[in-house]
């Protein structure tokens, strides 16, 4: 799932099991059920409090599949391809056929013959691949921990969440963004159009549509400009539990320049051209053979995806792009909380796979593709930074911290 102060080391766009015994862990159902406090929480006023829905359950891959983005407009896309351009082209492939027998096969008559058949198969082909099933498998074999719990808890406040291993926090203003459509809510992550929370209606424990609305207005009436970061970041830690007095604390704004994945801008941008070609041809066939209609419709289509076409071309000139976000949370022996001004986790201190040094900031790898960065000016002191620090020089920086201090 999504993670505050966390960024994807590369990879395309298109992401929980409890900890074992004898290591620390989350409770999944304890924090999630707890009712926001109006004193700390700067979001919700006190008749606002008791308003929220809970969910207990597992997302499935077909939950995913019923609640991916877009299902409708492939759904569209189908019937026209299905029921109109597949079977224009079809049709072509007939009367070119049935002229050719006729009146003899000559080379022109057999390229327009290919033509067609290349065409109805391609579209056929490329609205299966687009289908949601199609996508919901490729979204899992990216990002397969978008299966699994989910416990959690929507209030005028966010949603409080976990999914077995980490508890995350997703304040009013990011909520906001959620959609609710018949089979469930789709929360977005901030990571493309298919990396998102996917909770059906049977998660929840009585969907109900009318508190979904006064959340929902309540999200809306939300201005974060009201309060300024600091404030707002401790809120958000505060809302996945409390800061062990032992726990190094951080904060302040990270920036760095990410590499652009141009492996992954070079695929997309070579699916488009191919599309656009797909489009040419298909037009010119249509209107060939007097489909004027058709012709129209793959005009516009073809002219959508030249745009995308063109972004994805100016993406591959650009080396690197420069992030900054403020960031703030603890470090235990246990357990790190990282949030931003909108959202939140905590974590196991184990998760972490590798760690590495870049720009003089101190990055941890972890599974997914996931990445936290931590530089000096975050720590209130040089004693706190070398800690953390020396305390992460292995492969792992799991259990390093107790040697530290000891």
């Avoid at 041809?281 to 002219?303: I, K, R």
């Amino acid at each position: 799932m999504a993670s505050a102060g966390m960024t994807d080391d590369g990879g395309d766009v298109e992401h929980a099991s409890i900890s074992g015994s004898g290591r620390a862990s989350v409770n999944p159902y304890a924090t999630p059920t707890q009712a926001a406090n109006p004193e700390t929480d700067p979001v919700v006023g006190s008749e606002q409090a008791d308003l929220c829905l809970t969910l207990d359950g597992e997302i499935t891959e077909d939950d995913i599949r019923r609640l991916i983005p877009e299902r409708n407009l492939w759904i569209g896309l189908a019937v026209l391809m299905w029921g109109c351009i597949i079977p224009a082209f079809t049709i072509g492939v007939l009367i070119a056929t049935i002229n050719a027998v006729s009146n003899g096969f000559d080379s022109e008559t057999i390229f327009k013959i290919i033509c067609c058949m290349g065409v109805a198969i391609g579209f056929a082909v490329a609205t299966q691949y687009v289908s949601p099933a199609r996508r919901t498998r490729r979204a899992l074999g990216q990002r397969p921990d978008l299966l699994g719990r989910a416990v959690g808890r929507f209030s005028g406040g966010g949603l409080l969440f976990n999914d077995g291993q980490r508890t995350h926090y997703f304040s009013a203003e990011y909520c906001r963004l959620a959609q609710a459509n018949r089979h469930g809510v789709r929360v977005p992550l901030l990571e493309g159009p298919y990396v998102q929370l996917y909770l059906a209606n049977r998660l929840f424990d009585g969907f109900d549509a009318n508190v979904w609305k006064q959340l929902q207005a309540i999200w809306q009436q939300h201005d974060a400009s009201q309060w300024d970061a600091d404030t707002l970041m401790e809120n958000n830690c505060k809302q996945l539990g409390e800061r062990p007095e032992s726990a190094i604390r951080f904060g302040g704004q990270v920036s760095l320049h990410v590499p652009v994945d141009h492996s992954a801008v070079r695929g997309i941008m070579y699916r488009n051209g191919a599309m656009i070609f797909a489009y040419g041809v298909a037009m010119l066939l249509a209107w060939e053979f007097g489909f004027t209609f058709v012709a129209v419709g793959l005009l516009l289509l073809l002219l959508g995806t030249t745009r995308y076409f063109y972004n994805s071309w100016r993406w591959m000139a650009i080396p690197t792009q420069e992030m900054s976000w403020q960031q703030h949370g603890w470090i235990s022996s246990d357990e790190v909380v990282s949030v931003t001004t909108t959202n939140g986790v905590r974590m196991l201190r184990e998760e972490p796979l590798r760690t590495e040094w870049i720009e003089e900031k101190l990055v941890w790898h972890l599974p997914n593709n996931r990445a936290m960065y931590f530089a000096r000016e975050l720590f209130e002191s040089d004693e706190d930074w070398n800690q953390i620090v020396e305390s992460s020089s292995g492969t792992s920086v799991a259990g390093k911290l107790d040697s530290v201090a000891e």
